[in-house]
Structures are given as structure tokens and as C-alpha cells.
């Protein structure tokens, strides 16, 4: 059975940072690619960003010069680290998983953890 599981959110000032992280049993990153969403209140679900099975990453428009993605060596765990937070990152953050290339998709992952919730305070 495969789970994913967030930690990592919690209350920030602005500025402030944080690093997600994205725990996954019953599956691997080796074959599989992860992207981490967002969503706020009254808003859809947003992607973030993405790392493939092969380790590329992509961003979204205005999250490569704050974010970075990236996945421990046992291929279990995906990370975001996230720097300078604003107050319009607030959102419950989640991680998808999928069998093969990496999309934007959120509809397209087989796969969600729970989320996390990331608050960043003015």
C-alpha cells in the first residue's frame, strides 16, 4: 500500500524559511517522479514544483529563486526547501507521486499525502 506523508509546515515570518519533506513507503522515486502543490483557501491546487525519476527538476514562474526540490539518496524522501517565504505561500502544501514523467498536472498523480500547512505571517 503506498502512503506519503508531509512534515515540515508551521508558522513563519516573513522572510523566514522552511524545509518540507515528503516521506513515501510503498513506492520509490526511482521510477516514480514527486511534485509538490499548493493550495489556499478558495483557490485551486497549484504546482510548485517537480523532480522526475531521473532527477530533473522544474518550477513554477517565480519559485526557482526561493525553492528548491530535491530527494535523499535511498529515493524515499522528497524535499522542499523553501527560503524568503511571503505571506502569499500561505497554503496547505502537498506532495503527489506518479508513475513515470514528471506534469503539472495535479489531476494526473496516482498518488497524495495529507498536506501540510505553511503559514507566514506579515
Known amino acids: 500500500q503506498v502512503q506519503l506523508v508531509e512534515s515540515g509546515g508551521g508558522l513563519v515570518q516573513d522572510g523566514g524559511s522552511l524545509r518540507l519533506s515528503c516521506a513515501a513507503s510503498g513506492l520509490t522515486f526511482k521510477t516514480n517522479s514527486a511534485g509538490w502543490f499548493r493550495q489556499a483557501p478558495g483557490k485551486e491546487r497549484e504546482y510548485v514544483a517537480l523532480i522526475s525519476w531521473s532527477g530533473n527538476t522544474y518550477y513554477a514562474d517565480g519559485m526557482k529563486d526561493r525553492f528548491t526540490i530535491s530527494r535523499d539518496k535511498a529515493l524515499t524522501t522528497v524535499y522542499l526547501q523553501m527560503n524568503n517565504l511571503k505571506p502569499e505561500d500561505t497554503a496547505v502544501y502537498y506532495c503527489?507521486?506518479?508513475?513515470?514523467?514528471?506534469?503539472?498536472?495535479?489531476?494526473?498523480?496516482?498518488?497524495w499525502g495529507q498536506g501540510t500547512q505553511v503559514t507566514v505571517s506579515s
Open positions: 503527489g507521486a506518479r508513475d513515470g514523467i514528471p506534469t503539472y498536472y495535479s489531476n494526473s498523480y496516482d498518488y
